[in-house]
């Protein structure tokens, strides 16, 4: 079966051009044999923290408040040391990670900018490099946490000329949240933004964000989001926990859209996201992982199986295959790509091919709901980016997965 994101064509076949894009009807080249599969268009993450790839699981970072979060991992970061060299190896097994899992466009929110970075330019050109070794499309926002504002938005501005161009790398902007960042460094970035066409994106409504917006201006996160111009809709806010009624219509009204993270926030205990009702609302919902010190794993469909499953105790049991689309058009529309999420005509070639001959799948009497019900941690058969075979048979074409662990190994062991 291949499910193109709004219809199931049993027994169909995809046909990617040599324009990279899905063509209606037969071209020339090789063909991949996804026989026993149901094909998916290749799943969306809109929002990571590839960074943390490389900080996964420290001790004392596990079901702790986010107050105390925060500043353990900037202590790990401080004591390994935030490189060129580190940002290239953490990207290269993140981005491993998720085209292993089906995952062909990961959107990294990047907060961690060390004085001895300079403009940023070399960390960003370190995970795109990993990204263009790998096959994976990028969507690399430059963060801020705490930063100056006036270095940020200049760092900002030379990260979005050095990159322009590349069709592979898209370029955002992205203030951590009101609970860091002034709002000098929201309408900076903002204007940056503005000037080269760009997104932008926050988190908003966590522990910490709603802690420190009460307390250092008696207000909500979303009030002050609104007030500072970034309820809008080139705007998309992770998190969104614990949102009110009055919230939700707000976000809803300013057409801004939302990314849930339910593998970081539920088992940190950060809170739930109310996704299905601002799918109701109107809002274009997408998915993420969030980043390895949270979550610790990139697999976005195990994601995507818990928050279907969690989705009945805030709100409504929401089926797999709109949960489905929150993994693939719903994350694309928050980056404004229309051209991924989906494998109908004049849409990105980008598809994965799950299997569903074994025996997890046994039984199962839909199989396209079945990705999302059975087998948790499955893996594609093959994974196929802008037309180009970068996962065959369960492995990498272009790298060796246990090379891209060890050298991220090396280099943490080499730092201590």
């Given amino acids: 079966m291949v499910w193109t994101g709004t219809a199931e064509r049993p027994g169909a076949e995809v046909a990617v051009g040599a324009d990279g894009l899905v063509v209606d009807g037969p071209v020339a080249g090789g063909v991949l044999d996804a026989s026993g599969c149901v094909v998916t268009p290749g799943l969306v993450n809109a929002h990571h923290h590839l960074l943390q790839t490389a900080f996964r699981t420290l001790p004392g970072t596990r079901g702790v408040p986010m107050r105390e979060w925060l500043p353990r991992m900037a202590a790990a970061y401080a004591a390994v040391g935030v490189d060129d060299e580190l940002a290239n190896a953490a990207a290269e097994a993140g981005l491993a990670e998720a085209l292993l899992c089906g995952v062909t466009t990961v959107a ?38 705490r930063d100056d504002p006036q270095s940020a938005a200049a760092s900002a501005d030379a990260v979005a000329t050095a990159l322009a161009g590349d069709p592979m790398v898209q370029v955002a902007v992205g203030p951590a949240g009101v609970h860091s960042d002034a709002p000098e460094t929201f309408a900076l970035l903002g204007e940056v933004a503005a000037r080269h066409g760009l997104r932008r994106r926050t988190q908003a409504n966590e522990q910490v964000d709603v802690e420190v917006a009460a307390r250092r201006y008696g207000r909500r996160p979303l009030e002050l989001l609104d007030e500072w111009g970034w309820l809008a809709p080139d705007v998309t806010l992770a998190h969104l926990c614990a949102i009110t009624d009055a919230e939700r219509d707000r976000v809803a009204a300013a057409g ?35 980043g390895g010190g949270s979550n610790d794993a990139g697999h976005l469909l195990a994601d995507a199986r818990l928050a279907m499953q969690v989705a009945p105790l805030v709100g409504r049991p929401v089926p797999a295959r709109e949960v489905l689309g929150w993994a693939t058009a719903g994350g694309a529309a928050g980056l404004g790509r229309p051209e991924l999420g989906s494998l109908e005509p004049g849409s990105a070639g980008d598809l994965a091919c799950w299997d569903v001959t074994g025996v997890a799948d046994a039984g199962v009497g839909d199989p396209l709901a079945g990705l999302l019900w ?24 272009d790298r060796d997965e246990r090379d891209v662990a060890a050298t991220l190994t090396a280099l943490l062991t080499g730092r201590g």
Wanted: hydrophobic share 45%; net charge positive.
């Fill in 108 to 145: 990294d929110h990047h907060l961690t900018w060390p004085e001895s970075t300079g403009d940023g330019v070399g960390i960003v050109r370190a995970v795109a490099a990993a990204a263009g070794g790998l096959g994976a499309r990028l969507v690399f926002v430059r963060g801020s946490a």
């Fill in 256 to 290: 801004v859209s939302a990314t849930h993270a339910p593998g970081c926030d539920l088992p940190m205990g950060w809170g739930v996201a109310p996704m299905a009702a601002l799918a109701d609302a109107g809002v274009a919902v997408g998915l993420g992982t969030s």
């Fill in 374 to 397: 059975a087998a948790p941690g499955r893996r594609p058969r093959h994974v196929v980016v802008g037309g180009r075979v970068v996962v065959r048979d369960g492995h990498l074409v």
